[in-house]
């Protein structure tokens, strides 16, 4: 992921998931997005599965750190695997899995608040 080239340089809540793709300040993004508090990507995660440190890179290496991370798994709850979990904790940050719908409102909650929060929502059909 090109660190230079996000699709908004920064954290913006999401007023549209479904349809496949997610809108967020007048854009719109069919696909995964990350988020993180310095902006927003396209993500080559298709699925659940494709869930791993490399996939959230950007997560890991955003300075500050983030508080925690947001993973929207789709319309499925998500358990997010103890050894990424553990290398969450170890950068000092909590990471949740659940459903896309409820990562979208918990991620929109967080931004309102002020908090240096990461989400990675795979879309809904």
Do not use: K
């Not at 007023?15 to 967020?24: A, D, H, K, L, T």
């Not at 459903?99 to 795979?122: C, P, S």
């Amino acid at each position: 992921m090109d660190r230079l080239s996000p699709h908004l340089p920064y954290a913006a809540p999401i007023e549209f998931y479904r349809n496949g793709g997610f809108r967020f300040a007048g854009m719109s993004h069919r696909g995964t997005l990350l988020c993180v508090p310095d902006g927003m990507w396209a993500s080559p995660v298709r699925a659940a599965a494709d869930i791993d440190a490399a996939a959230l890179d950007l997560v890991f290496s955003t300075m500050p750190p983030v508080q925690m991370c947001i993973i929207g798994a789709g319309a499925d709850p998500w358990l997010v695997p103890p050894e990424l979990r553990a290398r969450a904790r170890e950068a000092g940050f909590s990471m949740e899995g659940m459903t896309t719908a409820a990562a979208v409102h918990t991620y929109n909650l967080l931004v309102e608040e002020g908090r240096r929060v990461a989400a990675l929502m795979i879309p809904l059909a």
